[in-house]
């Protein structure tokens, strides 16, 4: 029995250590993370396999993403330059829902987002990119205070600039 229990314990403890461990950011934190931070109801979600050539090793590789349209509620940070926005995050990386609102807490990435150590460090046009990491949510699990603070933070560049 002893045997068993401690074999459980290893397991456990072998894939809390490989699997993605974020906490959840100070909202000061989260908002000064993020390019663009929206509230938006999302309309579309797209898998998008590529090939992508990977001059480090010298081959291509298959890289899979999401891409999410959003139709924008309250941009909170960042400017408007349309209606609809498209994120992109890591194949099964965070699961929205059409038809569901969220909080997206966004930024500019120049690089692929994945997992795949051998097309890690690519280069590619730069765009918007959301994770797991990134404080985003539903938007019916957002708490009021923190939108009043996002809003607050916010004013508060906008005033400064």
Known sequence: MKGIIL????????????????????ITEAYNNSDFIFTGKLIDKQIKITDVEAPKIKSVQKYTRIIFTFEVIEIIKGRKHTSIVKISSKFNDINFRIGEEYLIYSYFSEYLLTSNFYINGEKVKPFLATDFCTNTKKLSFVNKKELKKLRKIARKHKNAA
């Not at 074999?7 to 100070?26: Q, T």
């Open 7 to 26: 074999s459980v314990i290893i397991v456990f403890s072998m894939s809390n250590a490989f699997a993605c461990n974020c906490e959840e950011l100070k």
